[in-house]
């Protein structure tokens, strides 16, 4: 028995595992330099296949750095425990000039491991092979004795005779290598001395198929203890790099081995340089290197699309702990929610300190938070009616044209102008009168006089007849009545200076949660309602370029169902760019790419350069397989539920595709309702305070002082 003190360690090895990365690694161990004795496991158990290597603990770190070097994406785990085996036989070979049958290699590989599934339940079989001192190359003499007639009884009989030329040839070619002294073993433990023979069999049997002409393996059985000590032969085997690969038992090459998880999807470590403390939304699921992931909000300002089918987590598994790292740093952050379970995750998970910092936007509270597009008090009038009339374009598909574009234009800025005239803002519900109502009309377009471009186009408004103008104004009013009527829509937008203003979202530090559920509010309304935030939100973006340095304080946006609400009247590409010069990264989510206009497509690819993506279809896979050197369609099809592939960004550029599972949700931090009745209080309308634009601001007793971001003045009850 060896009295050197052997350690092992768990190896995980990449899928697939080429040949000629592990015979490169071969070709570097037997170099006389390498650590002695090195061992290398294959055990099949309960848990299934698993690969052990074993040196002395002072030699393991430079057996880490061999193997990690040599076979891309391998990793040395951590020390473990074997269990002892107590029946083990030494493979022998019946002569030492032949080299095995390397070509058989694949073939091997895959009789070793139809053999290890034969193993019961309790049962452990296990091939284990102990590298020893390493050969040069050698040259053979013209003339060798054939080592196939090297018994006693030719020998007595017939003498020695002479090789014939395709013996030697590969006698020649076999000691022209680089070999190594090994030991090879077959260890066993199983309930019965039958059990244990059956197993051993059949794992020596799989181990035949590497015979070759004039080459036969045989067994001898060994104590337990020389295996689980990992004590080399006192006669050896002496192989080269092929002949010693199949002996492994690594699961080299593209096919699939019995009783091994399926080569789809891969999984690959993630990049070392990734946060784990920071914003962290997912733990890496290679073996060996599971760890949590984050990102930095620098990296976050690069932007990032989540590509995912619906029900597959992205947003309660990577957008909730993303914006739940923003909230506990106090970081602006806007999300447009689709769905409302997201809205409803963030508060019932937030924590108490969060109260008075959420505000939530729901056109289906009975006393909503307002919301004024029209308030352009300090903003280029014309710059945000081009949001506002971008995101009806996009709702009211139907019968669009330039005439119904061109009026709404015209009413959208005339408001939007005599707001600013009379200091008080008019509201989207304003719209509709306006078209409609001749006094109000009147009294609106006085304000805007000096504008010789809309004077004009409300003189020939108000000349045409009457069946002419209810003829112009019918496709709009349809529309309008559609959406900006709603009940629930007008009791958020009918508030002319509610008491939170969302274009101070970025300066105030505030978390702003918009629940658009279509079934409460109806598909169009909660469109239009996400797309005019999506503005707003925008058009504060453009006005961070008045702060010293935006990107200092960081704000974020979250946008799920994203085709649905980016309705920008400029390119998503330019968007994208101004946003990260200004301190702003957007998050957007969609189904699959297919939802997606092709600008808006091209645009992500771009410059979404964090890309996180779920199991997709055939046709989103192979967009994304081409995205990737490593990872083909297969493994973006064959993701588990909560796994993604992940491509996120590092030291300002993107740091490479690998394998990771969102994080389970917590337990409710017990806040939700304490979170969701201070939004009300503090920002919500206030339906007794006598207002009649649907709703404003709630009274502030005398003494108080309003909330940070209102513009409303305090007023006595």
Known sequence: MSS?????????????LEAAQVERLLARLMTSDTPRPLVFETRATDTGVTYLVGSEDPAMMRVRRLIENLVPGARLGKLVKRDHVAAAGRLTVSTASLPLDADAGLRVTHA?????????????????????????????PAQVANPTRLNLWDALTHGSAPAPADLRRRMADRAGKRRLDVTVRIGVIAPTPRRREVLAGELFGAL??????????????????????????????????????PLLGWPVGQDHLPGLPDTHPRLIPA???????VSVFATSTAPGTERPIGLLPEA??????????????????????????????????????????????????????????????DAADPDPVGFNPLDTHGRNADVVVDGILAAFKAVFTDGWGPRTEDLLHAGLLTLARSGEGRDEPHTLLDLPRLLTDASFRRTTVGAVADDPTLSSFWAAFDEMGPSARAAVIAAPMNKLRKYVLRKNLAAVLGQSRPTFRLRDVFRDGKTVLVPLNDALLGPGAAQLLGSLVVAEVWMA?????????????????????????????????DALATSRSYGVGWHVAHQFRGQLAPPMRAAFDANA???????????????????????????FQSLAPYEVYANLVDRHAPAGWFSARTIEPEADAGHGEAIRDASRSIYGADPGDGTTDGGAARVVPPGETPPVGSHRKARRP
């Open 4 to 16: 050197i003190s052997v350690v092992f360690a768990r190896l995980h090895l990449p899928t697939p």
């Open 112 to 140: 070793i491991y139809t053999a290890l599934t034969s193993r019961r339940a309790k049962e452990t079989l296990v091939l284990h092979v102990v590298l020893g001192r390493g050969h040069r190359p050698q040259t053979i």
């Open 208 to 245: 035949q198929g590497l015979e070759a002409p004039g080459v036969r393996l045989g067994a001898v059985r060994e104590a337990g203890p020389r295996l689980d000590n990992g004590a080399p032969a006192r006669a050896p085997l002496r192989l080269s790099s092929p002949e010693l690969l």
């Open 271 to 277: 990049p070392a340089a990734l946060p784990s403390t």
């Open 300 to 361: 976050r300002l690069q932007h990032m699309v989540v590509t995912g089918p619906t029900g597959s987590g992205k947003s309660v598994g990577i957008f909730a702990p993303l914006i739940l790292s923003d909230i506990a740093a106090r970081r602006a952050c806007v999300v447009i929610d689709p769905k409302r379970q997201l809205t409803d995750y963030i508060v019932d998970h937030a924590p108490a300190s969060a109260s008075g910092q959420i505000v939530i936007l």
């Open 541 to 573: 973006t453009l006005e961070r370029a008045a702060e010293k340095n935006p990107t200092g304080r960081p704000g974020m946006v979250f946008v799920d169902e994203v085709q649905q609400f980016l309705n920008l009247p400029t390119s998503i590409a």
């Open 609 to 635: 350069r964090n890309k996180i993506v779920f199991a997709v279809g055939p046709d989103d896979a192979r967009d994304f397989a081409r995205m990737s050197q490593a990872l083909d369609a297969d493994d």
